[in-house]
């Protein structure tokens, strides 16, 4: 049992390129969610989803793209990446809302956009 | 507008004393209030939570407490040892499923 993998761990890209951050989670969670890191700021939610062909916005979707097509998958794609884009990037999964709503999260993607 | 606040950027304290980590939020539609300790280089992972129908729960040396009325809640580490230096985010629920809203996190240091 992985949990919830994430590749790569490290990216350098230029402005202008694009580029997909993988995630995947083995746990059968319904629930997944893509969230960046940067200093001062805490963890903030980009895009989440609430089960397969499901997304939704979170609070900074700007510059990001996300589809759902299988339980365990949940891409997160820069189309054209920006220096504020600059961040480290988390996936997590949980069982549902509520009290089951204990998010289990990857290792992490740090991102670095010249 | 920050609805998840955790106000101190860090805290060092001596082993074996107590750890007070605050976190303060404005939404009261919030109903489920965890916090995740952080490693660097690592991800989150889950250390303790709390429901709106509780004002505490204990695991082992964790604790947190809830107070609604002041919307503030507090974890206490007792007591606390050098492996327990990281950040630490709290994050709330509004009982949707998938989103968390965390605070800006709280840096940890145990002095041996």
């Known amino acids: 049992n992985a949990g919830v993998t994430q590749t790569p761990k490290f990216q350098v890209l230029k402005t202008g390129q694009s580029m997909t951050l993988q995630c995947a989670q083995d746990m059968n969670h319904e629930y997944m969610s893509w969230y960046r890191q940067d200093p001062g700021m805490g963890l903030r939610l980009i895009h989440y989803?609430?089960?397969?062909?499901?997304?939704d916005q979170g609070e900074v979707p700007n510059g990001y793209n996300v589809s759902r097509s299988t339980t365990e998958d949940f891409p997160l794609r820069l189309l054209s990446a920006a220096p504020s884009q600059t961040s480290v990037y988390f996936c997590?999964?949980?069982?549902?809302?509520?009290?089951?709503?204990?998010?289990?999260f990857g290792p992490g993607t740090r991102l670095l956009v010249l | 507008d920050q609805q998840v606040k955790q106000n101190s950027p860090s805290l060092s304290v001596q082993e074996g004393r107590i750890s007070i980590l605050n976190c303060d939020y404005t939404?009261?539609?919030?109903?489920?209030f965890l916090w995740y300790k952080k490693y660097p280089a690592e991800g989150p992972t889950f250390l303790i939570s709390?429901?709106?129908?509780?004002d505490k729960n204990e695991d082992g040396r964790f604790t947190v407490f809830l107070n609604k009325s002041a919307k503030h809640l507090s974890l206490h580490i007792v007591p606390s040892q050098p492996g327990d230096s990281a950040v630490y985010f709290c994050a709330a629920s509004d009982n949707q499923g998938g989103k968390l809203i965390f605070g800006q996190g709280t840096e940890l240091s145990v002095k041996p």
């Open positions: 989803s609430v089960g397969a062909g499901i997304t």
């Open positions: 997590a999964s949980s069982n549902g809302g509520g009290v089951e709503e204990t998010q289990y």
């Open positions: 709390i429901s709106s129908i509780k």
């Open positions: 939404n009261s539609m919030f109903d489920y």
